[in-house]
């Protein structure tokens, strides 16, 4: 029995794929593509969002370290012009309870951890002054997303690659006789001498013999 033409071009037709086969395989590739693509475009946009926020928290943190290490760096001013012969603190506990008076005086209302680390902040001793307190900072090796335009006491903040380089320290010639160094605003605050949105008063700098009330 011969193969006619006819009859191979029958058999090759009766082995095609129907086109409706075809455009179902086809649409399916397409669709599990998009799928695809829009799971990348959301992976990306959360990735971004992610990025965001974690930048503003940051900055928070920023401005919180700049406020704690302000408050530090103002209450050894005031323990050193609290009382003549002028003397900076031996530890952070003096700062809460200067007991050099017959009544204890506060120059800080409170031990502030490290918003950065969550941890304490590391004291800075002066060798030349008896290896007492002149300052704090950070222990954090972080690189500060803040590089510019910083209040005019920190000015050597700007361009500093970790935060451990904020250095939170009291000088005499930083100090302005019968005055004190003005703390950093703390977010949300107006400025000095002005109520901010709430109601709320930022701290004032408290002159020289004049003592925080103790709790």
């Known amino acids: 029995m011969t193969n006619s033409p006819c009859n191979m071009q029958h058999a090759m037709r009766s082995f095609r794929i129907?086109?409706?086969a075809f455009r179902i395989r086809l649409s399916g590739g397409f669709t599990y593509i998009a799928l695809l693509a829009a799971i990348v475009?959301?992976?990306i946009s959360m990735s971004a969002a992610g990025k965001y926020w974690?930048?503003?928290?940051?900055?928070?943190?920023?401005?919180?370290l700049l406020f704690r290490g302000g408050q530090y760096r103002l209450a050894i001013?005031?323990?050193f012009l609290a009382k003549a012969p002028n003397a900076y603190p031996q530890n952070i506990d003096q700062l809460l309870k200067d007991d050099r008076f017959p009544q204890a005086k506060r120059h800080l209302r409170q031990k502030y951890l490290?918003?950065?680390t969550g941890e304490e902040f590391e004291v800075?001793?002066?060798l030349t002054k008896g290896n007492r307190i002149t300052g704090v900072f950070s222990k954090s090796d972080k690189e500060p997303l803040k590089t510019a335009d910083f209040p005019d006491q920190y000015k050597d903040f700007e361009n500093k690659k970790q935060y451990s380089d904020w250095k939170f320290l009291f000088t005499p010639s930083a100090a302005q006789p019968g005055q004190g160094v003005p703390a950093p605003l703390r977010p949300g605050q107006g400025l000095p001498g002005q109520p901010a949105p709430g109601g709320f008063?930022?701290?004032?700098?408290?002159?020289p013999g004049v003592s925080l009330p103790m709790k």
């Open 124 to 126: 800075f001793r002066d």
């Open 54 to 64: 974690q930048n503003v928290m940051m900055r928070e943190k920023e401005e919180e």
């Open 18 to 20: 129907p086109h409706s």
């Open 201 to 207: 008063r930022p701290p004032q700098p408290v002159p």
């Open 77 to 79: 001013e005031r323990y």
């Open 114 to 116: 490290d918003p950065v």
């Open 41 to 43: 475009i959301i992976g």
